[in-house]
């Protein structure tokens, strides 16, 4: 059974500080990894998806890493600004039939001004 | 662009009652997604549909079930609501056929059984 973790559940931060958030999986047969962002009491928004064939993908001040077989990814914020502040999650879609998202419990990240 | 739609945003019933909520995927897109993210919780997948065919079930309740119209636009029907149904509900749609299997949310409903 896929499952999926990330550490530390908060992180609190003072603006313009480079980021690192992990996400661990322990089945690493997978189709992809999406990071999503949510604001409180809001809908998913959908940052970064990563094949399992890519290692990376970029968009803006966001960069996903992919290390499938160590069941490991990474989100880079650069620059992190107040606006940043929202839980990140992780999900993945495991290969075997099942195309549904399994989540990690997220990480709650407070960008202070 | 066209996104995933869901109604209604915001629903309260109180407990025993029934709910319907529904989802309406983006166009073309053939597989739509439910899950339930409680209060403090990670979503947790529910129920899936491809073509109108039920393609997977994960902890659905008894109570709860669900069906994918012609139209492609989802329904899922909640009976004898409990206090624990209260949660916010997630419908997302992908395009089936290729290797990216991105799911595109939609805004949730929240649901408050009181």
């Known amino acids: 059974k896929q499952e999926v973790t990330q550490i530390p559940a908060a992180l609190s931060v003072p603006e313009g500080e480079n980021l690192v958030l992990n996400c661990s999986f322990t089945d690493s047969a997978i189709y992809n990894l999406q990071w999503f962002r949510q604001d409180p009491g809001k809908g998913l928004t959908s940052l970064l998806l990563i094949q399992s064939s890519q290692r990376e993908q970029t968009s803006g001040r966001l960069n996903a890493s992919l290390d499938k077989s160590s069941g490991r990814s990474t989100l880079y914020i650069a620059a992190s600004q107040p606006g940043d502040s929202a839980t990140y999650l992780c999900?993945?879609?495991?290969?075997?039939?099942?195309?549904?998202?399994?989540f990690g419990k997220g990480m709650k990240l407070t960008v202070n001004p | 662009a066209a996104g995933v739609i869901q109604s209604p945003r915001h629903l309260i019933k109180e407990k025993r009652e029934t709910a319907t909520l529904k989802c309406y995927p983006i166009p073309r897109h053939d597989t739509v997604y439910w899950y339930q993210q409680g209060p403090g919780q990670d979503p947790q997948f529910l129920i899936s549909f491809y073509e109108k065919m039920q393609s997977d079930k994960g902890s659905i309740p008894d109570r709860f079930s669900a069906q994918q119209f012609s139209d492609y636009h989802s329904e899922l029907n909640m009976s004898s609501l409990e206090l624990g149904d209260s949660a916010l509900y997630f419908c997302a749609s992908s395009a089936s056929g290729g290797l990216r299997y991105e799911q595109y949310f939609g805004p949730g409903t929240r649901l408050t059984v009181t």
């Open positions: 999900a993945v879609v495991s290969q075997g039939g099942s195309e549904k998202l399994v």
